[in-house]
Every structure is written in C-alpha cells, then in structure tokens.
C-alpha cells in the first residue's frame, strides 16, 4: 500500500521567497506531524494535527512558519521570507490514530531537502 | 524538558560481530520508547518499541529493554549484517501526557563484510 509522501523531495529557493511542502499521510490516518532534520540530528518537533485540527504548535520557530491541513487529509507547511537558517530536511510522519498512550507507531515520509540561497 | 541521549558514531564494525547502541532519556511520567532506523535516502521506520518498564522490544533480530531505573534502552544485536548499516535513532513519547515525540540524534552504524 501506499506509504507517506511528500513534495517536492527537493527544493532550491532564494532567500525571501515562500515555500510550501506538501505532505500526503497514509489514507484514514488521524494524525499528523511535521519535522525539522538537521544533518547530524534527530527530527525536531514543529506541529502536529488530529484531523483537520491543529493540536499544538509549540515547536514552529517563529511566525513565517505555518501548517494547515484543512480537510483531515493533505498537508501544507508554508515557510514565508526564507532564510538561509531553513536550509534543512522537512519529514512529516502519520499515525493511525491519536496518539493515546503514546504506543502508536508513526510512518514517516522520505522528506523534503530545502536550500535557501 | 525531555532529553534523549545516545552515543556518538558512527559505530563500525564487522559483519557478525555484536552491536550495542547505548540510549539513555529523561522524562516525566513513563513514556513509550522507540527505536527507528534509517536507511539512506528513506524515511525513518520504527524498528521496536516499549511502552513500559521492563518490556522488552525485539524485530529483525535487534532487541532493547526498557529499563525504568536506569532510564536506559540500549539496542542490541546479536549478530550484525551489512544490511543493517544505516542510522538508529531512539525516542521517546508520551511522557507526562504529552503526544510530542523526542528523538535522539541518532547513531550512524556501518558493518563490513
């Protein structure tokens, strides 16, 4: 069956230019998440959605950042006036259900590498 | 906050050979912890996992114990194969209630035939 994938895998961009990363989760999956993977690092929390709603955004670096996933399905992190900084490797993760207990396992997409320029 | 520590890599060794991938964490509450691993050019994928003191998680002949009083869930295998080079990376989740999962930073292992 089809896993989670994400578009574009690869994105150049110029500094100050808006990009938006499009994450397809696993078809009836309720929640999902986005990721930020420096080279050398574990994923680092950004946001995380159950359905359509945006459960916490706590870990979003400042307010270019933003995500929206309006019918429960599809998801788009949207980075506005990008900087050099943002450079990193974007991975977004579905799970089945909410994560009660916390004994569910996500499915993680291959990832999108951004360069700013 | 909740921390996950692992050791440094990469970890080479030879094929056959025994592997331990120490991870250590600090949370509240008791969490889940997980081990996902990393092939190159793919996503991560949950290799095992534990969700509570003293469970054991095992899959593809790699095993790790929760180990509640040491805050440990070290990865084990007892005999390595060129395929399982790749990157570890241990987690953990639900501590204190929270469904944010903490990752490690991960521990590059590279076998040789």
């Known amino acids: 069956g089809a896993g989670v994938s994400q578009s574009p895998r690869y994105k150049v961009t110029k500094r100050g230019q808006d990009v938006a990363l499009r994450c397809d989760p696993i078809?009836?999956?309720?929640?999902l998440y986005w990721y930020r993977q420096a080279l050398g690092q574990g994923p680092e929390f950004l946001t995380y959605?159950?359905?359509?709603?945006?459960?916490?955004k706590s870990g979003l670096p400042n307010d270019r950042f933003s995500a929206e996933r309006p019918e429960g399905s599809i998801s788009t992190l949207t980075i506005q006036r990008t900087e050099q900084r943002d450079s990193a490797m974007y991975r977004c993760?579905?799970?089945?259900?909410?994560?009660?207990?916390?004994?569910?396992?996500?499915?993680f997409g291959p990832g999108t590498r951004l360069t700013v320029t | 906050g909740d921390s996950v520590t692992q050791m440094e890599g990469p970890v080479t060794l030879s094929e056959e050979a025994f592997l331990t991938i120490n991870c250590t964490y600090t949370?509240?509450?008791?969490?889940?912890l997980f081990w996902y691993v990393q092939y190159p050019g793919e996503g991560l994928q949950l290799l095992l996992k534990?969700?509570?003191?003293?469970d054991k998680g095992s899959n593809k002949g790699f095993e790790a114990t929760y180990r509640k009083e040491t805050t440990s869930f070290h990865l084990e295998k007892g005999s390595v194969q060129v395929s399982d080079s790749a990157v570890y990376f241990c987690?953990?989740?639900?501590?204190?209630?929270?469904?944010?999962?903490?990752f490690g930073r991960g521990t590059s292992l590279i076998v040789h035939p």
């Open positions: 078809s009836g999956h309720v929640s």
């Open positions: 534990a969700t509570k003191a003293d």
């Open positions: 959605f159950n359905y359509e709603a945006q459960q916490d």
């Open positions: 993760a579905s799970s089945l259900v909410p994560d009660l207990g916390s004994s569910y396992e996500q499915y």
């Open positions: 949370a509240t509450g008791y969490p889940s």
């Open positions: 987690a953990l989740n639900g501590a204190g209630g929270s469904y944010i999962p903490t």
